[in-house]
Every structure is written in C-alpha cells, then in structure tokens.
C-alpha cells in the first residue's frame, strides 16, 4: 500500500460515509492511517473516529509513553507526522516495524513478529504502552498484552469502545471551526452532492 492507495481510500470512505449517514449513530474508520477523517467529520453530523487518534488517546491515558508497531518501515514517517498532527508527540516512545510486510506471515509468525517489536519497544525505547498499528489485526492485542505484561492497544476494538461511550454521552465532535461546514457556493451544490452518491 502507498500513499496512491491512500487517497483513493480516502475518497471511496468519504462516499460510503455519506451514504451511510442516516443508518448509524456513529461511524469508525478502520485504517490506521484515518484516512478521510477530517473531510467525513465535517460532512457528518454524528460522531466519527479515527482508530489511530483514538489509539494514540488512549495509550496517552494508560502510562508515560508508548509504542506503535506497524508493518513496515514506509509508513514510519507518516506515523511521526501524524502523531505531531494529533498534539500527541511528547508521549510517543517510538514507531517500530514488525515485519515489513511479509506476505507470507502465518498468524503464529506474526503473532511472534509482534511480540519481538513490542519487546524492542519496552526494553530499549522505555514504552510503558504498545499500539498495534493495523485496523485489520483485530484480536492479537490480548494475545501480546500477556506475552509482554503491559497494556497492549488493539486500535479497531478500542475505537468502538470509545465510540459506544460517546454515544452514550450524546457526544459528537464541535462543529463551530474545525469541521464546521463549509460554505458552498450555489454552483457546487448540485455537484458535490452527485459526487458523493456516485
């Protein structure tokens, strides 16, 4: 995946977004990168979340700094910026690849590649927290929270806890400036509404 398959991401989750509006009371993007975050927060009026940020939140919450473990070393870079993005910076211990993509991983391998990082992570960069950086890598959080005897962050299922709490609240993301609409011009409308439902 590159930064092409990103921004095609990107649109295809704007789309479905707004198609879906009216049939959740919340939404969660489930790429680690939160691809189209912004643009669906300021488009919806019901709470989204990032699993990434929501990650990174929680990690915040949970000891003095962490750890995120991702594929490869490409999207090291991107996760730097991105935690600056966020504020969240000063608590981030390092980002450490586990595998660089081995398509070949069994989920045994990569259960072992996980816990060799996270390892790293703990004994040689002082992470308290480990994040694992995959949407698609629901369940293997536990499984390395015992391995490595502090809290292990799986992203996908921490954002819908954080989501249902949300929910609960009557909480959505403020409107008045960052993700207030934008106004549009009377030309555009009929556009970007085609746009959306195609």
């Not at 595998?99 to 992470?127: F, T, Y």
Request: net charge negative; hydrophobic share 40%; aromatic share 8%.
């Amino acid at each position: 995946m590159g930064y092409a398959d990103l921004a095609i991401c990107a649109v295809e989750t704007i789309k479905i977004a707004w198609k879906n509006r009216n049939n959740y009371d919340g939404i969660i993007i489930a790429g680690f990168s939160d691809v189209g975050l912004d643009p669906v927060r300021e488009l919806l009026e019901i709470p989204v979340i990032g699993i990434a940020e929501a990650a990174y939140h929680t990690a915040a919450l949970l000891g003095h700094r962490f750890s995120v473990l991702t594929g490869t070393s490409k999207w090291t870079p991107p996760k730097e910026d991105y935690v600056k993005a966020v504020g969240i910076e000063s608590k981030v211990a390092s980002i450490r690849p586990y595998s660089e993509w081995e398509e070949l991983l069994s989920p045994d391998n990569l259960e072992e590649c996980l816990i060799k990082a996270g390892r790293k992570a703990i004994e040689e960069d002082n992470a308290e927290v480990i994040i694992i950086g995959g949407g698609p890598l629901v369940g293997y959080g536990k499984k390395i929270q015992d391995a490595l005897g502090i809290p292990v962050i799986d992203p996908t299922l921490n954002a819908l806890k954080v989501m249902e709490g949300l929910i609960d609240l009557g909480l959505c993301h403020s409107k008045i400036r960052r993700w207030k609409k934008p106004k549009e011009k009377i030309s555009d409308i009929k556009y970007n509404r085609e746009w959306l439902e195609n």
